[in-house]
């Protein structure tokens, strides 16, 4: 996934920071430089600034989805691959499917407005008088929903695997429908790793790639995550976010010494070094509160 190291801060809008990583400089180099229909390469360009524009606006609703669920919302940065929203929603299924499903509804929200403008650039003749703008018009009509169809497929992290992890989320709890989710998503990873052989498509297969090391990332968290649930729960405390007690035993790790010890039993003292620690991360939902958060939290959401 890219990080904030060697990506550059366009904007700031509603509180979320908007970056681009250099290797999207290629991307759009590359990308400009193909071969098109137009009659320079200035439209190519536009075509593909349009197609990021669109990532960019699917990504903030993502953003603006969490935040309205009571999620953390973080940066948003650009890459050749897309663009990726580092969101924290409420480990609750409906946050999560909300938080997820409402990216794919605002491309959804994109195809009568593209379609008006293309009827209306219709209507006015533009095919003869300014063919570069209306081929350019008729292009961002289709990858918009490219760009839909594609994302909703059900192949774990796409949006589509993702709301098909929450909704069984509903039904076989948080580990198992993501292990499912992951599952499938090997399968799907397949399907297009095929395709771009037989297409001989390198930059479906760079895709394909990256949907396979998330799926990979899914399956361990999620054994990770069966293996957390069968471990006893500490009485009388519950995480501020996920409304989860946490688990008995040795499974924090001291940052200034590296031992392992339980944080909640020593309160926030490590036992080998003295390290005083105040905030503590959930080892079920991966927030991070304050101590004393987790003695005052509110009791558990239904959704």
Known sequence: MPTHRGSIRLFRLADIDVYVHWAWFLAFLYFTSRPHTYSNYGWNAL?????????????????????????????????????????????????????????????????????????????????????????LLQNVRIINLVLLIFNLMPVYPLDGGQILRSLLWFVFGR????????????????????????????????????????????LNQALALAKIAKIPRRPGLVCPSCQTAPPLGELWRCGQCGQAFDIFLTQGICPHCAAQFNVTRCLDCGISSPLVAWTNATPPQNN
Do not use: K
């Open 47 to 135: 075509e593909i600034l349009a197609l990021f524009a669109i990532v960019l606006t699917h990504e903030f609703g993502h953003q603006l989805a969490c935040r309205s669920v009571g999620g953390e919302t973080h940066d948003i940065i650009l890459w050749p691959l897309g663009g990726v929203a580092y969101v924290n929603p409420p480990q609750r299924p409906g946050a999560q499917l909300w938080s997820i499903a409402a990216g794919p509804l605002v491309n959804v929200a994109l195809i009568p407005v593209l379609s008006a403008l293309s009827l209306t650039a219709s209507h006015l003749g533009w095919q003869s008088t300014n063919p570069n703008a209306f081929a």
């Open 175 to 218: 580990a198992n429908s993501l292990l499912a989710a992951s599952v499938i998503g090997f399968i799907g990873v397949a399907a297009l790793i095929l395709l771009a052989v037989l297409s001989q498509n390198w930059w479906l297969g760079l895709v394909a790639v990256f949907i396979l090391m998330n799926c990979w990332g899914g």
